[in-house]
C-alpha cells in the first residue's frame, strides 16, 4: 500500500471519530446545565476543552519520547503555538455555539471549512485549484449541507459562532499543510495539545475564577464523553491528521473531512437525536462523489507526474 493511499485511509478514519465528537460534546452539555447556568457557558466550555486536550498530551507524553522532546524545543513550541491557538479558538467557539444548535446543524455550519479552505488557499496561501477541486469542494459542502434535509437554521448566536469556529478550521488546515511539512508531527501535536489545554483552563479560570475542571469533570454524564473526546477525538483523530494530511492539497484533505457531517447524523440517528429521510441517501452520495472525483483527478496528475 502506498504512502498516499495510507493518508487517505487514515483521513478517513479521523472522520469517522470526529462525527461522534458532535454528539459527545453535545451530551455533554446538556449534562453540564446545571454548571453552565451557575457559573457561565465560557467558563464550562473552557474547562471541557483544557481537560480534552490535557488528556491527550498527558497521553502523548506517557507514550512518545519525541514527544516528551518536544516540550525542550523552541521550534516545536512555535509551531505548536501556531496550530494550538486555532484549535483553541475553533473548539472553543464551537462548543460555544453547540449549546443551542443540533449536531447535525452544528456539523453542517462547520463544513463550510471545505469552502473557507478553497478560497483562502487559493488567494492567500497560493494553493491552485483545478476545476475538478472546485467541483469537488462544492459538492462536499452541498451534502454536508443536507444530509439531514434542508438545513433548518435561525441564523441565532450558535449558528454564528459554529460558522466563526469554521473559518478558524480552515485556517488550522492550512497551517497545518505548513507547519507539519517542517516539523515533526508527534512533536507539533505535543505542544500543540499542550498549548490548547493550558489555553482553555486560563480562559475557563478567568471568565469564573470558582469553578474548577474536577467540578466541571465530575458532574454526571460529562467525564464519560470527555474521556471520549480526549482519547478518540483529540489524541487520535488531531495525531494521525497532522501525520498524514501533509500528503494532500489542503483543500483535497478538507473534502475528505466533510464525511464527518454524514457520520454525525448516523450516529445522531442512532440515538434519536434526528429522524431519517432520504437526504441522508442525497447528501452522502453528494459528499462520496465530490471526494471520489478529486481523488481521480489528484492520482491522474501523480501519474502524469
Known sequence: MNQRRRATIGLFGVTLLWGGTFVWMKIALNAATGDIAEHGTTA????????????AALSLFLISSRARAALFSKQDWEGGAILGSLMLFGYGIQ????????????????????????????????????????????????????IDGLPHIVWGWGEILTIISALFFALHILATDNVTK???????????????????????????GEVSVASVITTEGVLSQLLLL????????????????????????????????????????????V?????????????LLGNIIVEIDSNQRDEEE
Not at 242 to 257: L, V
Open 95 to 146: 462548543m460555544v455555539g453547540l449549546e443551542t444548535v443540533t449536531p447535525s446543524v452544528s456539523a453542517f455550519l462547520t463544513s463550510l471549512y471545505v469552502v473557507f479552505t478553497a478560497i483562502i488557499g487559493s488567494r492567500f496561501a497560493k494553493h491552485k485549484l483545478s476545476r475538478t477541486m472546485v467541483m469537488g469542494a462544492l459538492l462536499a459542502t452541498f451534502g454536508a449541507g443536507f
Open 44 to 55: 464550562v466550555v473552557g474547562m471541557m476543552v483544557s481537560f480534552r486536550f490535557l488528556l
Open 230 to 273: 480526549g482519547f478518540l477525538g483529540t489524541l487520535v483523530c488531531l495525531l494521525l491528521l497532522n501525520i498524514f494530511q501533509k500528503h494532500f492539497h489542503p483543500t483535497h484533505a478538507a473534502i475528505i473531512y466533510a464525511f464527518e457531517p454524514l457520520w454525525a447524523t448516523i450516529y445522531a440517528l442512532g440515538l434519536d437525536l
Open 275 to 287: 429522524e431519517m429521510s432520504y437526504w441522508l441517501l442525497i447528501g452522502g452520495s453528494a459528499v
Open 182 to 208: 517542517r516539523l515533526d508531527p508527534i512533536k507539533i501535536s505535543m505542544t500543540s495539545f499542550t498549548f490548547v489545554a493550558v489555553g482553555a483552563g486560563i480562559i475557563g479560570f478567568l471568565s469564573a
